[in-house]
């Protein structure tokens, strides 16, 4: 069996396993995915937009464009997913035009994530438009807004790594992450030390708190892409040692 | 005259009001089971100002033809004005919801509680608005209804064995068994339960066809899942854990065999997807009766509560050392008991049942809790907006973590 029908195959039983198969083809599969657009049930289509976001290639941009308008919103939050990912520049339009205008909360806040990785002046335009208030869209607009090197969105995520709000600090420094900008790890580093819990994880009879200290060394790992030997991910508390060897990499 | 009330100084009057209509055909019916098309309503005052009042969710299966939709239904019930008063239903735009019952044009019929139903067209928000006299009438009441497409959210279940030292079941004199006795058709059975309560807030969980029965861990005590250990936690969550997925274990006891956790008194256990991307999931203990045990559980699993200073741990109780597990009680109000994230499973009869007997019965039956998640964000209440929280989950299950 050819790689083609066993993709074929495998959407054809909604088998999510086929995002797997896409992923092995890689481009090549991506004229079979488009000619899903339209085909029911709508979890094939879902996964059809799983599976260009796994193949990952611009090309396909137009298959993602198309599923935000799909008539399912699971079609729509799968696409608006894909796009979040990394940059698929066919799609800025569409992107562009239903951030400003789209019932769906879930699909406009993720939107904004994906607007963050195509960079064009109306981009800029239209997340501006979205920074005010205190909502997630407009949490995420600015993270983007940062990614693409807006001056006053970058202040501003810098200024609230001051916040008085433990879990505000904490949530910033973790969205560095996404801006992916090496120069914002020294402000990072600044609260390195900072040792206020703010998020409880794990289950609520036994809760562990994160402080923003964990989420700083997550995110100097990642932005400095550190050598460190001990696990590193968002469920760790570090020991003193561990913050003190990231401390010392980072001087 | 339709209002007709003894008014010594001053009165709140309230013509009519909405309410939650647990019966299909009888609108003079209050409590009833959990079901997708009779939705809770989140009537806690008349703020914010662009809710002005109640705000109704529902449901909408866009994969559905607008005529194979189920009707949601909600009753009006007339407070102050009389029964002979002619009062109509429309809505204050078109394209949201239609309104199926009563028909177009059509009056409400003259009796105290009268029954709306309506059918969901497109995701979006809109006003039922009750008019007094004719459709073009002086409005007199209004309900926001929200309508809400249908996330799916994938759902792997899981009947592990477990085995450890035998724990003797003093109900039964035999051990507990290592695995679930729940069949297939009884897991299905609370998923449908919690898909009743979910369905206005468009979350539908999507149980896998086949229930994973093939795990196997080796704990401490013999189908046992210990829920202070992490370690036991993280090692059941392993096993056959499919990504992207809420996986849900069904075990025979939440217990760790000893008066520290007693057997018998958890039911069910989660931990939230957002804050822990890597381990999370759900525990389901066998004497977790209802679905709404398993809807709690994915409350927590898809981020409530969601307070951003870690106080509350349900919507009735916050940490407290002193108080481990479940927190300490800080309110236990009727709407409180009505929520989903209470935390408890059955409400404790009031301490003056003579002049509070309806605090037992919030509208599902005789000390049963309800299924509600707020949609408003009151101001200063840290745990509000459960429906945006967990939409907003749901939405993000599906994708890869980021960096």
Redesign the interface.
């Known amino acids: 069996m050819n790689g083609n029908t066993r993709l074929e195959n495998l959407l054809a039983q909604n088998n999510w396993a086929a995002a797997d198969e896409a992923q092995r083809q890689g481009a090549a599969a991506l004229p079979l995915l488009r000619s899903l657009l339209g085909r029911e ?3 094939l289509r879902q996964i059809a937009m ?1 599976c260009v976001g796994r193949i990952g290639d611009p090309a396909g941009s137009d298959i993602l464009a198309a599923g935000l308008t799909d ?4 079609v729509r ?2 696409a608006a ?1 894909e796009l ?2 990394k940059p698929y520049p066919g799609a800025l339009e569409r992107v562009l035009g239903l951030l400003q205008q789209n ?5 406009r ?2 939107l904004a994530l994906a607007a963050g990785h195509l960079p064009s002046p109306q981009t800029i335009e239209v997340l501006r438009g979205l920074v005010s208030g205190t909502d ?1 869209l407009a949490g995420n607009a600015r993270m983007a807004l940062a990614k693409l090197g807006d001056p006053a969105a970058r202040a501003a995520m810098i200024a609230d790594l001051a916040a008085p ?1 433990p ?2 600090r904490y949530d910033t420094v973790g969205q560095l ?2 801006v ?1 900008d090496v120069s914002l790890a020294p402000h990072a580093r600044k609260i390195l030390a900072d040792r206020a ?1 703010a ?11 994160r402080r923003v200290c964990d989420q700083v060394l997550d995110t100097l790992v ?1 932005l400095l892409s550190l050598k460190v030997p001990f696990a590193v ?3 760790q508390i570090y020991t003193d040692e561990q913050l003190s060897q990231v401390e010392r990499l980072t001087r | 005259m339709p209002i007709t009330k003894v008014i010594h100084k001053s009165e709140r009057i309230v013509p009519v009001r909405f309410a939650r209509a647990p019966d299909a055909n009888d609108p003079s019916i209050g409590s009833g089971p959990f079901g997708a098309d009779s939705p809770e309503l989140d009537d806690r005052g008349f703020l914010p100002l662009t809710t002005g009042g109640a705000v109704m969710p529902v449901g909408l299966d ?2 559905l033809a607008i005529t194979a939709r189920p009707e949601t239904r909600v009753r009006l019930i007339r407070e102050d004005i009389e029964d002979a008063a002619v009062l109509f239903v429309t809505t204050e735009t078109v394209g949201t919801v239609v309104v199926t019952v009563p028909d177009l044009g059509t009056a409400l019929p003259n009796t105290r509680e009268m029954m709306i139903k309506l059918r969901a067209l ?3 928000t809109t006003h039922l608005q009750v008019r007094f006299g004719s459709v073009i009438g002086p409005i007199i009441h209004r309900m926001q209804v929200v309508v809400h ?4 959210v994938r759902m792997v279940g899981h009947a592990p064995t477990i085995n450890g030292l035998p724990v003797i079941d003093p109900g039964s004199g035999d051990p507990f068994s290592a695995q679930t006795t729940r069949t297939d058709d009884s897991i299905r059975a609370l998923v449908d339960t919690a898909n009743a309560i979910y369905f206005p807030y ?1 979350i539908r969980l999507v149980l896998d066809a086949v229930i994973d029965r093939a795990g196997v861990a080796n704990l401490r005590n013999q189908g046992m899942v210990n ?4 370690t036991e ?1 993280q090692t059941v969550t392993a096993i056959n854990r499919v990504p992207n997925a809420a996986n849900a274990y069904f075990v025979s006891q939440l217990a760790d065999g000893t008066a520290a956790v007693p057997i018998n008194t ?1 039911l069910g ?4 997807a957002r ?5 999370f999931g759900l525990f389901i203990a066998e004497n977790a009766e209802s679905g709404q045990v398993l809807a709690h559980e994915m409350g ?1 699993l898809l981020g409530i509560i969601n307070d ?3 106080e509350f ?1 349900h919507v009735n109780t916050v ?1 407290d050392p002193a108080f ?4 300490r009680v800080v309110r236990d109000e009727i709407f409180t008991r009505r929520r989903l994230l209470y935390a408890f499973t059955v409400l404790e009869p009031d301490t003056n049942p003579i002049t509070h007997p309806y605090r037992d019965e919030v509208g599902y039956g005789d000390r049963v809790v309800g299924g509600m998640l707020t949609v408003k964000q009151l101001a200063n209440d840290k745990t509000d907006q459960e429906v ?1 929280t967990v ?2 989950a ?3 299950l ?6």
């Open positions: 049930p709508y979890l799983t008539t399912n919103i699971n939050i799968a997913n979040s990912q019932p769906d909360d879930a699909v806040e993720t997630e709000l879990r505000t992450r996404y992916g819990i998020l409880a994880i794990g289950a609520m009879v036994t809760p562990r708190y990642y991910d968002v469920e | 866009e994969a497109a995701s979006g497409p249908l996330i799916d468009g829920p202070n250990s992490r936690f958890i256990l989660a931990t939230s804050r822990n991307p890597r381990t927590h951003p200073t870690n741990l940490f481990p597990g479940t927190g945006a939409r907003k749901a939405a993000d599906s994708r890869a973590p980021g960096p």
